[in-house]
């Protein structure tokens, strides 16, 4: 832990501290936790780019938020009323937040849902908790153009850096007779390409800064599976010191724009030096081919005014067979999506209505603990039920304790925001509960009893993961190798499109858009199949993804050969 990363950790705690008292100071203790869940909504979503409609974006945000708090308004304005508008809003929530190839951001939603329905309002007070929401979406945006305005240009720059980076170092460890060190290309290549995928207009259409960056992606994917099966002896030593020299230039060329000419002479060099007519070796061959399309992408971003960076030029109909594949407004019953949202739907409803109908003063607590352990894959709810349990029980004696001995308010106050400053260096699940838990007791510590505070919620805690068990395993029971079979067939037609896209291309058929879309996706699915292979530990998982790899990149890089002169 260095310690600009333990600055920048401070710097925005205490931004984030600044910024809920504002917005408590306006809009009042009622809605203080709607600053709270907007300011945590603005950390989630800076993962993502939405900056590229930014109106559209802020509309679907307000909106959100105003159902969310009408909704929660009515549901506590009559029990029974309550079910029908739980039910239905929760799945909603569930369903359309939780993504098959993205990370979810159901949570906060619904967490700042649950949050309102639990501070209940009068008539007269609705409409200042209905500004807050509004206000809370805007600020969500605001920060959004404030940071992510550029995050492909910065971010997906110094991504490519590094990517050339470990090349090099790939080529360095050959030297030395290192062949079979890791590296972690794959990785990165999937993270840019999750930020050319938010740089899709209407989910589709690439920027032309996203394009050129996606044939980029590729063009070092390439240059890795080559290296892959190199030898370091005769001319294929040679081929690899020209491509280090080649990737020597052009990890500066973001940060110094003289060197493009430089790289455009030796990578046309190099070309000609490797061309099929002049040498018999069929992989230097396929690596001369690789480095002409990273300097032909080098060149091509060079060349784009940074006032066209976000242009969609051409924009035409996406293939039919891609908008079937991947159409996502029908409601598919076999699916993790449906199955999670139901369950989730359920749980909430009924422990709410159980909370409710019974006057439960720490009831919530049990309907925390649904939204905490109802989740969309069966192998994760077992690990975090778990989690879950040693964590409040660990963090309620750390309350207990802690509380106990600090009874004022003010040392209380101090004491609830050095723990919310340490969970912010804490990523694991255990841990974050841990924190949470004694921030929740301790800052309901500032006005009830923390002993019956304590076992209360201990005891809630248990009614809950009782009920999340139950659902989980009982209703629509969904596991990981459910959604591994799911995501395999997803992979395997998305590769058999490819394959028709280039087959379309030589029919003189092609969609310009379908097989960039296509190639996105492919590392999105691979990204989600490897995380859920850290649980299921299926060697032949990796084996072919490592094998389909190869084709997809090859499928891309025949596409824009064939249809550059057409297209570009």
Not at 189 to 202: A, F, P
Not at 295 to 301: F, G, H, R, V, Y
Request: with cysteine; glycine share 4%; charged share 20%.
């Amino acid at each position: 832990m260095n310690i600009k990363y333990i600055i920048s950790k401070t710097v925005t705690f205490i931004g984030i501290v600044v910024l809920i008292m504002l917005f408590n100071g306006i809009f009042g203790d009622e809605n203080l936790l709607i600053g709270v869940m907007s300011v945590a909504l603005m950390l989630m979503l800076l993962e993502r780019d939405l900056t590229v409609h930014p109106v559209k974006h802020t509309l679907q945000l307000v909106g959100l938020n105003l159902v969310i708090g009408i909704a929660a308004f009515v549901a506590t304005s009559n029990l029974w009323l309550a079910i029908p508008i739980n039910l239905v809003l929760i799945f909603i929530l569930g369903h359309s937040l939780l993504y098959d190839l993205r990370k979810p951001i159901y949570m906060p939603f619904i967490l700042q849902y649950l949050f309102i329905l639990f501070t209940p309002i009068t008539l007269s007070q609705l409409p200042n908790r209905l500004l807050a929401l509004v206000v809370g979406a805007l600020a969500i945006m605001f920060v959004q153009i404030l940071v992510n305005k550029n995050k492909l240009s910065q971010s997906g720059d110094k991504l490519v850096e590094q990517v050339i980076q470990i090349l090099m170092k790939k080529i360095e460890d050959m030297r030395i007779g290192i062949s079979d060190s890791k590296n972690e290309i794959s990785g990165l290549l999937r993270e840019l390409r999750k930020m050319i995928s938010d740089r899709r207009k209407d989910e589709l259409h690439l920027t032309e800064e996203a394009r050129i960056k996606l044939s980029l992606s590729v063009a070092l994917e390439k240059i890795a599976l080559s290296l892959e099966k190199m030898d370091y002896i005769d001319l294929q030593k040679e081929c690899v010191e020209d491509v280090y020299q080649f990737l020597d230039l052009a990890k500066d060329v973001f940060k110094d724009k003289t060197k493009i000419e430089q790289i455009n002479h030796l990578g046309k060099n190099l070309v000609s030096k490797y061309d099929k007519e002049k040498v018999s070796d069929q992989v230097v061959v396929e690596m001369g081919y690789n480095i002409a399309f990273l300097n032909d992408s080098l060149q091509e971003l060079h060349m784009l005014d940074k006032d066209k960076y976000n242009l969609v030029k051409n924009v035409e109909e996406v293939s039919t067979r891609y908008q079937c594949l991947f159409n996502k407004k029908y409601i598919k019953i076999d699916t993790v999506k449906f199955s999670f949202a139901i369950r989730l739907a359920i749980g909430i409803t009924l422990t709410t209505f159980i909370s409710q109908y019974f006057n439960l003063a720490q009831g919530k607590w049990m309907v925390f603990t649904i939204l905490a352990l109802v989740v969309p894959i069966y192998e994760v709810s077992k690990q975090k039920s778990k989690d879950r349990v040693i964590a409040t029980i660990t963090g309620c004696i750390l309350a207990l304790i802690i509380f106990s001995i600090f009874t004022d308010t003010l040392t209380k106050a101090v004491l609830l925001l050095l723990i919310g400053y340490i969970n912010m260096y804490f990523t694991r699940y255990r841990y974050t509960s841990i924190f949470f838990t004694t921030l929740a007791i301790g800052g309901a510590s500032l006005t009830g009893e923390i002993q019956v505070l304590t076992i209360n919620r201990i005891f809630f805690v248990i009614i809950g993961l009782i009920i999340a068990t139950l659902i989980n395993k009982l209703i629509l029971h969904y596991n990981l190798e459910d959604n591994n079979n799911y995501l395999i067939n997803m992979y395997q037609a998305t590769i058999n499109e490819m394959k028709k896209e280039a087959q379309a291309l030589m029919e003189g058929k092609a969609s310009k858009y379908s097989i960039k879309n296509l190639l996105i996706i492919t590392s999105m699915i691979e990204d989600k199949l490897l995380m859920n292979n850290q649980i299921l530990e299926d060697k032949q998982i990796e084996v072919k993804l490592d094998e389909s790899r190869a084709l997809i990149s090859n499928l891309y890089h025949f596409y824009i050969c064939k249809s550059q002169a057409e297209l570009y």
